[in-house]
Each structure stands twice: as C-alpha cells, then as structure tokens.
C-alpha cells in the first residue's frame, strides 16, 4: 500500500471519509443540501482516485489468480476424471477377459472329459476284445491240453506206454 493509501485506508476509508465529511456538515435551513468544504471533499475525491488504480490492479491480479486456480483445479478434476474411467474401463474388460477366460476354461475340461471318457470307452472295448482273443486262444489251448491228457489217460489206462 502506498503512504497515502495507509493513512487513508484505501478506498474504502477515502469513502469512509467522504461520508463522514457529508455526514458532518452544517446543514442548510429549510432544505435537505448541506454546506461542505470544497478543497477536503476535492481532496477525498483525488485520493480515491488514487487508491482505485492499485486496488482495481490488486483485484484484479486477485481474479486472475481465482480463474486460474479454477482453472487448474477444473483440469485436474478433469484429469482424474479421464483416469477413473480408464480404469473402469480396464476393470470392465478385464471382468470380461476373466469370464471369458472362466468360459472357455469350462469347455476346455468339459471337451477334455469327454475325451477321457471317449479314451476310457476306448481301452475298455480293445481290453475286452483281447482278453475275448486270449479266451478263445485259451479255450483252444484248453481243448488241446484235454485231448493231450485224454489220449494220456487212454495210454495209461491200457498200459500201454
């Protein structure tokens, strides 16, 4: 503030002033005017002209600064903004990248089973037509085996060996 600007107040005691002074004066009769001394009000007057150039300067530096923390803050605010839905974004798709994911894992071990049980089918039919090929060698073993021990038998029995 300038020397003038202490003693006075600003503006707002330059005003301040200058009511007081009209406040104050010798009114005159019969009338709602009022006598007032020209140089003190002259001199209020020029000092409010005065303060007014710094103060509308302070004010608006003052603006200025506002706006462009508003202005800073609504960027910011668009900024977080802009990141969360990014995020969400990214949750969303990751969501249905993991249910996708859970999906095609389901039908995977779903087609896998079913190969297993296809596969056990499989190795029970080839199992069971060799143990039938193996009956049948068996049975023809057996019937040899039987006719060898028959004729065997025979020979022994006549006395014959």
């Known amino acids: 503030m300038s020397e003038q600007d202490e ?3 600003g503006v707002q005691g ?3 002033a200058l009511v007081a002074a009209v406040e104050s004066a010798r009114a005159m009769p019969m009338s709602s005017s009022v006598l007032v001394n020209r140089a003190e009000l002259l001199d209020l007057v020029q000092q409010a002209r005065e303060a007014l150039p710094g103060q509308l300067t302070r004010a608006d530096a003052l603006l200025a600064d506002g706006d462009e923390a508003r202005a800073e803050a609504r960027a910011e605010a668009e900024q ?17 990248v993991t249910v996708a994911a859970r999906q095609r894992s389901d039908q995977i071990i779903a087609e896998a089973e079913e190969q297993a049980a296809a596969l056990r089918r499989e190795a029970d039919d080839y199992c069971d037509r060799r143990l039938a090929d193996f009956e049948i060698d068996l ?7 039987q006719a060898g021990r028959a004729k065997l038998a ?3 029995g006549s006395g014959q060996l």
Do not use: N, P
């Open 154 to 156: 025979g020979r022994l």
């Open 139 to 145: 049975g023809k073993v057996l019937g040899q085996v």
């Open 7 to 9: 003693r006075t107040g």
């Open 14 to 16: 330059v005003l301040d």
């Open 80 to 96: 977080i903004v802009a990141a969360a839905r990014t995020e969400a974004d990214q949750l969303v798709e990751a969501e249905a």
